[in-house]
């Protein structure tokens, strides 16, 4: 008999209108408090924001067997969306209301393998440096004992968010 996982998740579109009038900060604290839905990714990976303050988020994630490639460990690409969304969130939070981001670039670079045996693992960002319209953020992937399992940089463009009209 196979593994099963079921989850379900909020309609995106209830984040995505909080975004566009709420100071990135303001609207990363409201999704870590659950007073806004998690987005669907979080729910399909099974991972969670437990840390942001101005320039710095955090994410942690309990590997499972559902995170595995073909060859027994968790796939890069779990490691990628971790890494990705602390990134990513670190240049969110710096943001004031009326500005978003979007990802350019992702660099990372893979250290040790992960598995269930692994515990729980964070992922930092923090931000590096943030311009009128770029932001570089890095991030690392860290064990319960602090040990570096990757690390990446992202390059973000930062754009004003179209005024909603409803």
Same mark, same amino acid.
């Given at each position: 008999m196979g #593994? +099963? #996982?079921t989850y379900q998740w909020e309609d995106p579109a209830i984040l =995505?209108?909080?975004a566009g009038r709420m100071a990135g900060l303001d609207f990363l604290r409201e999704l870590q408090a659950g007073r806004l839905p998690a987005p669907p990714v979080n729910h399909a990976v099974d991972f969670t924001l437990t840390e942001v303050e101005p320039g710095r988020a955090v994410f942690s994630l309990t590997p499972g067997e559902e995170h595995y490639n073909p060859i027994g460990g968790v796939h890069g690409g779990i490691f990628a969306t971790l890494l990705d969304s602390?990134?990513?969130?670190? &240049?969110?939070s710096t !943001?004031?209301?009326g500005m =978003?981001?979007? +990802?350019?670039?992702?660099t990372v670079k893979f250290l040790r393998p992960i598995t269930v045996d692994t515990g729980?693992? #964070?992922a930092i960002g923090t931000l590096v440096n943030?311009? #009128?319209r770029t932001a570089l953020a890095q991030a690392q992937l860290v064990d319960a004992k602090d040990r570096l399992l990757a690390h990446a940089t992202s390059s973000? !463009?930062?754009?004003? &968010?179209p005024p909603s009209h409803g």
């Open positions: #593994r +099963s #996982r =995505a209108e909080a602390a990134a990513g969130c670190a &240049v969110q !943001l004031p209301q =978003a981001y979007t +990802s350019l670039d992702l729980t693992v #964070r943030k311009g #009128r973000c !463009l930062l754009f004003a &968010v």
